[in-house]
């Protein structure tokens, strides 16, 4: 199970910052991740409660925000969303899928730090 080691960069990133910043008490880490990324959402958020525990992270929440899968469909000349990984063709013409745009993601964005 990869995601564990993701969860301890992710811990590490997030102690990392906080101490940075003169804080210690994180709440919550944010991240975006994508289908493509390779990371299952469950697995990461229990990884993430194990990788937390003796941590400055003890008490913080993973808060995971799913990027969807867009493309630009070179036919339609448009950016389109794929509704899941079965169909990854363009929704309005049916061309297959060409420059990705969004979906790879996995990013730690914001940190809530207890005040």
Same mark, same amino acid.
């Given at each position: 199970?990869?995601? +564990?080691?993701?969860? %301890? ?12 910043? !003169? $804080?210690?008490?994180? &709440? ?5 991740? !994508?289908? *493509?990324? !390779? #990371?299952?959402?469950?697995? +990461?958020?229990?990884? @993430?409660?194990?990788?937390? $525990?003796? &941590?400055? %992270?003890?008490?913080?929440? +993973?808060? #995971? $925000?799913?990027?969807?899968?867009? @493309?630009?469909?070179? %036919?339609?000349?448009?950016? #389109?969303? #794929?509704?899941? *990984?079965?169909? @990854? ?8 899928? !060409?420059?990705? *745009? &969004? ?6 964005? &914001? ?5």
């Amino acid at each position: 199970m990869h995601e +564990l080691s993701i969860a %301890l960069n992710i811990v590490e990133i997030a102690a990392a910052e906080a101490a940075r910043h !003169g $804080e210690s008490a994180v &709440s919550a880490v944010h991240v975006r991740l !994508g289908p *493509l990324s !390779g #990371v299952v959402k469950e697995a +990461l958020i229990s990884a @993430f409660e194990i990788a937390r $525990e003796d &941590s400055p %992270l003890a008490g913080a929440e +993973l808060v #995971v $925000e799913d990027v969807p899968i867009r @493309f630009y469909c070179r %036919l339609c000349r448009m950016e #389109v969303t #794929v509704a899941s *990984l079965q169909a @990854f063709v363009c929704p309005r013409c049916s061309s297959p899928a !060409g420059d990705i *745009l &969004s979906g790879k993601e996995l990013e730690v964005r &914001s940190l809530e730090i207890e005040a």
